[in-house]
């Protein structure tokens, strides 16, 4: 069964710490993409890459940062976390456009749900 | 892409269909809708997607008029489980190669005994 896995499904951080998510994806899939989903904001884009060491911004990239140094695997770095960091994290992965008749559709992770203490 | 309109919420008894509404007016020729839903506290699924014609797979079914313009998912047997946020998301070539997708609000569906 194919997979997007996120490393922890829940974690508490204290204000100011580093945190890594780490996001693995077994299909072979050239995107990667991290959101975030708060009560009333639904799913907002952090960060996306369509390639090994490619990134890209989302709508809501600051105080974030990404890594992806291997096609499955795309991080997420919350370089000195805050308070209004406290989100549910979701990792997805897909391909891209390559014509009619594919299915380009995103596989999710199951989410990481961060608090910052 | 093209923006999609959901009604926020609807009921649906157990056992009964469930037919999801989306409006995607702005749509072009060649975007594609796409369907998936969340359970409450896990990630999005994916369900169904078309271009133009009708598409059924073992979850629901996909109706899309002809202009287009509005979609309907159909879960032909609702039960307890399906409740559940379900978003509908237009996605083309113009977004293809960074398959940026927008979600919208959703449409929470309520399953009722």
Redesign the interface.
């Known amino acids: 069964d194919v997979k997007?896995t996120q490393s922890s499904r829940y974690l508490v951080k204290r204000t100011g710490e580093k945190v890594f998510l780490e996001c693995v994806q077994d299909m072979d899939h050239e995107?990667m993409?991290w959101?975030r989903q708060d009560p009333g904001l639904?799913?907002r884009?952090i960060y996306?890459s369509?390639d090994v060491k490619m990134k890209?911004k989302?709508d809501i990239p600051e105080g974030y940062s990404v890594s992806r140094e291997k096609k499955e695997r795309f991080s997420l770095i919350l370089e000195s976390a805050s308070t209004n960091q406290t989100s549910?994290y979701?990792c997805?992965s897909?391909?891209?456009?390559e014509g009619?008749g594919g299915?380009?559709?995103?596989?999710?992770?199951?989410?990481t749900?961060l608090t910052v203490v | 892409d093209a923006k999609t309109t959901q009604p926020t919420s609807m009921d649906c008894a157990e056992g009964r269909a469930a037919n999801l509404p989306c409006n995607h007016s702005t749509i072009s020729g060649n975007e594609y809708v796409y369907w998936y839903r969340q359970i409450h506290s896990q990630g999005p699924q994916y369900i169904i997607h078309g271009l133009k014609n009708n598409e059924t797979n073992e979850m629901a079914s996909l109706i899309i008029t002809e202009d287009r313009k509005s979609s309907t998912l159909i879960l032909p047997h609702a039960t307890l489980r399906d409740t559940a946020v379900y978003y509908c998301i237009v996605r083309g070539p113009i977004s293809g190669n960074t398959g940026k997708l927008i979600f919208g609000q959703g449409t929470t569906l309520q399953v009722k005994p």
């Open positions: 997007v995107n993409f959101y639904g799913l884009l996306f369509y890209e989302g549910m979701l997805a897909s391909q891209p456009w009619e299915n380009y559709g995103y596989t999710f992770g199951s989410g749900r």
